[in-house]
């Protein structure tokens, strides 16, 4: 069965509730400089408002958990990540502290996640409260994500009770394809410490900054950056059958070992899985037959990148 190319996320809008996304919380005056010595984005560059894509990497350079980080405050960020990463996401970044000047915990019970997507990030704009820098949890925080072919996307972060305001619903099971159909993988357990930023292609959507100092695995992530030693790359694909993230891809052409990994995946309306799958570039520059799980899996077809490549 071929992938329905046609199925486009570009139509959709609504605002969708958001259970499996958490909040950690850095705080203090020291904020921003600490967490500009654990990820892979500028922080201290990002002004009050402003949200980034960014990695935090062990000192191999592969991904621990990936965030959304959005500067609340001067002295206050939100990292939005995996609900399933949180706990010992949190734990490792603690580790580090030491006598920094910053409070990291778990504000997931305080804070509330919802993706909007479409016409509803206008309605729920519209609608925002404005910010405090004195209180926490007054002011509601909107940070842009990637598109899904060509539809905005933003995550609205909030006061759990406080909803965003009313827009049309959209289903969790929606708003994770559309995610998918980014080609911007968030980080789950079960491909945790699988990729390098750039196997994921975090460099070429503002993920990683190649000017700051220096972070767990920054030799690792510039040297693959700029020695050409990317070989891997995340493509849109779709699966006919069932797929989920942590699953091996293999070849028809050497069927023995697997050649990629599914990152990401969700269930497509039409039917099947669309899935963010890391590849070797030539393998799917050549258009190989790929299958999911096993040599003979279910079919992936329809490979794409749904954005540019930064040239080095």
Request: hydrophobic residues 45%.
């Amino acid at each position: 069965m071929p992938a329905p190319v046609s199925e486009s996320a570009t139509a959709l809008s609504g605002i969708a509730a958001l259970p499996h996304q958490a909040v950690i919380r850095a705080q203090g005056e020291q904020a921003a400089a600490f967490l500009q010595g654990q990820l892979t984005q500028d922080v201290e560059a990002m002004a009050v408002g402003q949200a980034r894509l960014a990695a935090y990497c062990n000192a191999k350079g592969r991904m621990l958990a990936s965030f959304v980080v959005c500067r609340r405050a001067e002295g206050e960020f939100w990292l939005v990540c995996s609900r399933d990463l949180l706990a010992p996401t949190l734990k490792k970044l603690s580790m580090f502290v030491l006598r920094a000047k910053v409070r990291l915990t778990d504000a997931s019970d305080e804070l509330a996640v919802y993706g909007l997507i479409g016409d509803a990030i206008d309605t729920v704009a519209s609608g925002a409260r404005p910010s405090s820098v004195e209180g926490q949890n007054d002011a509601d925080f909107l940070a842009p994500l990637p598109p899904a072919d060509g539809a905005a996307r933003a995550l609205w972060i909030g006061p759990t009770g406080r909803p965003p305001p009313a827009g049309p619903a959209l289903s969790i099971e929606l708003w994770d394809w559309a995610a998918v159909r980014s080609g911007v993988a968030t980080l789950t357990a079960p491909v945790a410490e699988a990729f390098v930023p750039q196997m994921l292609n975090y460099e070429s959507v503002d993920g990683v900054s190649f000017k700051k100092g220096c972070y767990p695995g920054q030799e690792v992530v510039a040297r693959s950056q700029f020695r050409g030693a990317i070989k891997r790359r995340a493509y849109v694909g779709w699966v006919d059958g069932a797929a989920q993230a942590g699953q091996d891809v293999f070849a028809a052409d050497d069927p023995a070992q697997p050649c990629g990994l599914i990152a990401q995946a969700a269930a497509a309306p039409a039917g099947g899985t669309a899935v963010i799958v890391c590849l070797p570039h030539a393998l799917a520059e050549a258009g190989a037959r790929l299958r999911v799980g096993a040599a003979d899996g279910p079919p992936l077809t329809g490979l794409r990148q749904p954005y540019p490549l930064i040239e080095v």
